[in-house]
């Protein structure tokens, strides 16, 4: 159970204004699952990498029009 909590995790653009308050409970609650998990940590840092290069890529798109 513990990576799919990891992987759910948002990123701070993707994350709607109602939600900014809870993520920081989400992120330590995930760090600390990542801490009894390495497997967790993995797929939290692969997640997170992954939202970033999407985010960019969304983003550089939009520049370009």
């Known amino acids: 159970p513990a990576p ?6 948002s990123s701070p653009v993707a994350t709607p204004p ?3 308050k809870a993520a ?3 992120v330590a609650s995930a760090e600390r ?3 009894r998990n390495p497997l967790a940590d ?3 840092f692969a997640t997170e990498l992954a939202e970033r290069e ?3 890529s969304i983003l550089h ?3 370009q029009r």
């Open 33 to 35: 699952a990542a801490r």
């Open 24 to 26: 920081p409970v989400r």
């Open 54 to 56: 999407v985010t960019a």
């Open 18 to 20: 109602a939600e900014k």
């Open 61 to 63: 798109r939009n520049d």
């Open 4 to 9: 799919t909590k990891v992987a759910a995790i």
């Open 42 to 44: 993995a797929v939290g």
